[in-house]
């Protein structure tokens, strides 16, 4: 069973900075990508960071420069660094993981957290 527990949201000042984590049940190196996807308040979800198992990183232009996605195989996690955080930093920060299988009829298998709230004030 793939379970991904993410932690470390919380309520910050602009310019503040956060380290989300992402812990994963099953080895990280399992999957063919982790990310970091931010869902705003009334907006769709859209992708923060992506890190690759062979670990080339991706990130959106409004993270870029102020984000760092990294990975800890010997503990099963993913961190996003997020640094001079702004209040359009706020939303629902999720892991996704995408699995080298499939599962009724999707390839790659997603995987999601639960979620954690960053809430960034002015």
């Known amino acids: 069973q793939v379970q991904l527990v993410e932690s470390g949201g919380g309520l910050v000042q602009a310019g503040g900075s956060l380290r989300l984590s992402c812990a994963a049940s099953v080895l990280i190196s399992t999957f063919n990508a982790v990310g970091w996807y931010r869902q705003a308040p009334g907006k769709q979800r859209e992708l923060v960071a992506v890190?690759?198992?062979?670990?080339?990183?991706n990130y959106a232009d409004s993270a870029k420069g102020r984000s760092t996605i990294s990975r800890d195989n010997s503990k099963n996690t993913v961190y996003l660094q997020m640094n001079s955080l702004k209040p359009e930093d706020t939303g629902v920060y999720s892991c996704n993981a995408k699995a080298p299988w499939a599962r009724n009829g999707e390839y790659p298998t997603n995987y999601w957290g639960q979620g954690t709230q960053v809430t960034v004030s002015s």
């Open positions: 890190i690759s198992r062979d670990g080339s990183t």
